[in-house]
């Protein structure tokens, strides 16, 4: 068995639910456990809506399995409940069960969903604000994960990695400070070559007081 050198500060995380941890008491089969761990994996790092994966996108040599273990162990996680499969046609996908995965194996099995392109069932590129936020605030919590997420749907990434540079130069290295910069852009406009070096002198004062206002109207709530 070869070594494992052991997780670095710079790789992407995946989400793990905390009831599949209390699952595992009960499940005795290695081939389940890989593919169980294997199709969350693939699945947290997809983009767009649907996200599924078909038998033949379990990769026999990551699994360290051979393609009829893969088989059982995909039939063990669908008696389990943890994965769930719908077919349409001659289409067969697995979904894991969770509420945007029921909403989908549904939608697919009543044939509401096509294949338009191999894109939306193939794991993306984590993009770059992972690893600035983690290099330049803190650890990546499943939370931070979710919310960078929201934020990657919501501005631009060069919008994103100058908030996040922005907030530690100010040494204001926390998501609510990332946050009202991007608000404050948003809401304010930002010109395209604005001097980064007028925004870290005059927009502290106006960051805080944005924070500030975050603060007030979440109290009031």
């Not at 996108?57 to 409940?81: H, M, N, P, Q, T």
């Not at 769930?84 to 697919?108: H, I, M, T």
């Not at 392109?117 to 984590?126: N, V």
Request: glycine share 4%; no cysteine; aromatic share 10%.
């Amino acid at each position: 068995m070869e070594k494992f050198s052991g997780f670095t500060s710079s790789e992407t995380f995946t989400q793990l639910p905390d009831s599949f941890i209390h699952l595992l008491k009960d499940i005795d089969d290695a081939a389940e456990l890989k593919v169980t761990l294997y199709v969350i994996w693939r699945i947290d790092h997809m983009d767009g809506n649907f996200r599924a994966l078909r038998e033949a996108d379990l990769e026999a040599k990551s699994l360290g399995l051979e393609v009829k273990k893969i088989r059982l162990g995909l039939e063990k996680a669908v008696k389990r409940g943890t994965l769930l499969k719908a077919q349409n046609e001659a289409d067969v996908f697995y979904f894991l069960n969770s509420p945007r995965g029921r909403l989908n194996a549904e939608s697919f099995a009543k044939g509401n969903w096509r294949e338009s392109s191999g894109s939306i069932f193939t794991p993306k590129d984590r993009s770059n604000t992972f690893k600035l936020y983690e290099e330049n605030i803190g650890p990546l919590t499943p939370l931070i994960a979710d919310t960078l997420k929201d934020a990657e749907e919501a501005y631009s990434p060069e919008w994103l990695a100058d908030a996040i540079k922005l907030s530690a130069e100010n040494n204001k290295r926390n998501w609510k400070y990332i946050e009202a910069i991007l608000k404050r852009w948003k809401e304010e406009g930002r010109a395209e070559k604005q001097d980064r070096r007028n925004d870290k002198k005059n927009g502290q004062q106006s960051v805080d007081r944005k924070i500030e206002q975050l603060r007030k109207r979440a109290d009031k709530k």
